[in-house]
């Protein structure tokens, strides 16, 4: 696990950097950081409207009485696309829009039901509750 985390704090920051610098390249550097500054309003703007969706949409499950899993998972997705969004660089911010667009975030959500299935079934999902008693 410790070795997936390494690769992925240091395999994106350089395909970032390395984007940045190619588009930066081509389109002008004052160009790159207006295109990061629009993509980081613009992402803050739809990570808030889809949360709201998404928020509703848990809150009207909970009304009908069912555990609103789906939408907690695509709730989990609107928050990363927001942080994605925010981080500035080119794949990030495709990374973060995608999860932005419902039918391709369900896409994300059927990928992580069925990482969570497979772990149920093999025995390696665990769920801790810790609780503050002060």
Do not use: W
Request: aromatic share 12%.
């Amino acid at each position: 696990m410790f070795f997936k985390l390494f690769s992925l704090f240091l395999i994106i920051p350089l395909v970032e950097i390395y984007l940045l610098v190619k588009i930066g390249g081509i389109i002008g550097a004052f160009n790159t950081v207006l295109v990061i500054l629009i993509t980081a309003s613009l992402g803050a703007y739809l990570t808030k409207s889809q949360g709201f969706r998404v928020l509703q949409q848990i809150q009207d499950a909970t009304r009908q009485g069912y555990m609103p899993g789906n939408e907690l998972l695509h709730g989990l997705f609107v928050l990363v696309g927001g942080f994605a969004l925010l981080t500035p660089g080119f794949l990030t911010d495709a990374i973060g829009f995608s999860m932005l667009i419902p039918p391709v975030r369900e896409i994300y959500v059927g990928i992580a039901k069925g990482i969570i299935r497979k772990k149920i079934e093999q025995g390696n999902f665990q769920m801790r509750m810790y609780t503050d008693f002060r």
